[in-house]
T-cell receptor, first 117, second 119 residues
Framework: AQTVTQSQPEMSVQEAETVTLSCTYD???????LFWYKQPPSRQMILVIR??????QNATENRFSVNFQKAAKSFSLKISDSQLGDTAMYFC??????????????FGAGTILRVKS | GAVVSQHPSWVICKSGTSVKIECRSL??????MFWYRQFPKQSLMLMAT?????????EQGVEKDKFLINHASLTLSTLTVTSAHPEDSSFYIC???????????????FGPGTRLTVL
């Protein structure tokens, strides 16, 4: 079974600064997807960034980027130029790469990020 | 695109009654939908995988007779909490896979959630 670990329950960052959220996972699969989801106070889950395990290049989406270390099974999220709207709970998630319906997401426990002005 | 709605957004009911929560994919077809439960400041716990036209697959420890799931069309899945009790109070979230894009991107699109309070 796959597990996802987020070891930072809460973090805070000053507006405009950079913060990195940690995530490690355990799997015996070789092909899989990794995701970072954001859940703001509205509680709507929003996809932040996606990484496919077979791609060596780290994914980036504007101010969000990941450091994907496949051998170390590490998938950290870096948020640059933090904004007040980035305040949210962030979940790291794993999904097996299987071409079938019903692929499940396995979530980490989450990290609450607070951006301070 | 890829919008998922849930109805109602919140509901309060008396202990012993049943409550139905709807999850709709508004602009795409979803053979597969997922139901999650989330407690305050905690992660999402997968309850079941809902498949159109067939029985749902429940996660270990989830009572299928208590949490009835019906996925009657490619755009609608319902979760019915039967004989609700205060311990069933929680935030319920659904997600859906776009049949067209999922094989490539494997993304799930989430609904806004339903807050259930059982008195």
């Amino acid at each position: 079974a796959q597990t996802v670990t987020q070891s930072q329950p809460e973090m805070s960052v000053q507006e405009a600064e950079t913060v990195t959220l940690s995530c490690t996972y355990d799997t015996s699969e070789n092909n899989y997807y990794l995701f970072w989801y954001k859940q703001p106070p509205s509680r709507q889950m929003i996809l932040v960034i996606r990484q496919e395990a077979y791609k060596q290049q780290n994914a980036t989406e504007n101010r969000f980027s990941v450091n994907f270390q496949k051998a170390a099974k590490s998938f950290s999220l870096k948020i640059s130029d933090s904004q007040l709207g980035d305040t949210a709970m962030y979940f790291c998630a794993f999904m097996k790469h299987v071409v079938e319906y019903g692929n499940k997401l396995v979530f980490g426990a989450g990290t609450i990020l607070r951006v301070k002005s | 695109g890829a919008v998922v709605s849930q109805h109602p957004s919140w509901v309060i009911c008396k202990s012993g009654t049943s409550v139905k929560i709807e999850c709709r994919s508004l602009d795409f077809q979803a053979t597969t939908m997922f139901w999650y439960r989330q407690f305050p400041k905690q992660s999402l716990m997968l309850m079941a995988t809902s498949n159109e036209g067939s029985k749902a697959t429940y996660e270990q420890g989830v009572e299928k007779d208590k949490f009835l799931i019906n996925h009657a069309s490619l755009t609608l899945s319902t979760l019915t909490v039967t004989s609700a009790h205060p311990e069933d109070s929680s935030f319920y979230i659904c997600s859906a896979r776009d049949d067209v894009t999922a094989p490539k991107y494997n993304e799930q699109f989430f609904g806004p959630g339903t807050r259930l309070t059982v008195l």
